[in-house]
């Protein structure tokens, strides 16, 4: 099994197209065009054996305390048949190293105690839970 992660950059629209499977709802061809043409959203996509096996979202946060920056783990996913075999590891370390070149101090990513996997996933790869007392709200804006 030969595992690779990338970045995906303006001209790998089709790649994320023809990955739709690994996402909650298939990709807008304009959101995905726009989203990799921004040079501080980054979409990272692991291939087992050439395959698209995988996902991680992560968006740059900027600061007004200083010129580091914050990396947020908006959303990762595994194809079912590749879970359990480095993938979301290797797509999270891939993300770290990305975020140190970036300047980013600091990667999080909020999840909720009904996904025991994510919870051990982030638990495993490094991530520090924070506490019990991290509350999030929502705006719709619609």
Do not use: C, W
Not at 2 to 13: A, H, N, P
Not at 67 to 93: C, H, K, N, P, W
């Amino acid at each position: 099994m030969t595992l690779t992660v990338r970045r995906l950059t303006t001209g790998d629209e089709a790649t994320v197209l023809a990955a739709a499977h690994l996402f909650d709802d298939p990709p807008v061809p304009e959101a995905v065009a726009d989203l990799l043409a921004s040079p501080s959203d980054h979409l990272l996509m692991a291939f087992v054996d050439g395959r698209p096996a995988g996902f991680a979202l992560a968006h740059e946060l900027r600061r007004t305390d200083g010129l580091s920056r914050e990396l947020f783990l908006y959303e990762i996913g595994t194809d079912e048949a590749f879970q359990r075999r480095g993938v979301a590891r290797a797509l999270i370390d891939a993300l770290k190293t990305l975020g140190r070149t970036r300047n980013s101090h600091l990667m999080f990513v909020l999840t909720h105690n009904s996904t025991p996997a994510a919870v051990a996933l982030y638990a495993a790869t490094g991530g520090v839970r924070e506490g019990e007392d991290v509350v999030l709200f929502d705006y719709s804006l619609e």
